[in-house]
């Protein structure tokens, strides 16, 4: 189980960017084994994952969708990871989900249910 508080969410046209955050705390087991990612959802449609990174190695997944356009990254220290997102577009608007889960490495097919943590979930909103 962990704790997760997503932040940087907001509004942006379109082609513009955005970065959030998510913190990660009250680790009950090591804070190396724990895949950690961003899903989203827009109204009316199933989770999406976006992408994911393993706190141990820095493998990183990303969904198709979003190849070549966002960044997942971490700062261990910190238990912090961040999600850069360029050239963004309409369809990008979504609530977007911090995701946990302990585990020896990442899925590399992001599939909502097989992560056991989540954030309150931070809004992306992006205008043509």
């Known amino acids: 189980q962990v704790r997760l508080v997503e932040s940087g969410g907001g509004s942006v046209q379109a082609g513009g960017s955005l970065r959030l955050s998510c913190a990660a705390s009250e680790h009950t087991r090591s804070k190396n084994m724990y895949c950690m990612g961003w899903f989203r959802q827009a109204p009316g449609k199933a989770r999406e994952g976006v992408a994911v990174i393993y706190s141990g190695d820095g493998t990183t997944y990303y969904g198709d969708s979003v190849k070549g356009r966002f960044t997942i990254s971490q700062d261990a220290a910190k238990s912090t990871i961040y999600l850069q997102m360029d050239s963004l577009k309409p369809e990008d608007t979504a609530m977007y989900y911090c995701?946990?889960?302990?585990?020896?490495?990442?899925?590399?097919?992001?599939?909502?249910?097989?992560?056991?943590?989540w954030g309150q979930g931070t809004q992306v909103t992006v205008s043509s």
């Open positions: 995701a946990a889960d302990y585990r020896h490495q990442c899925p590399w097919v992001l599939i909502a249910s097989s992560f056991n943590d």
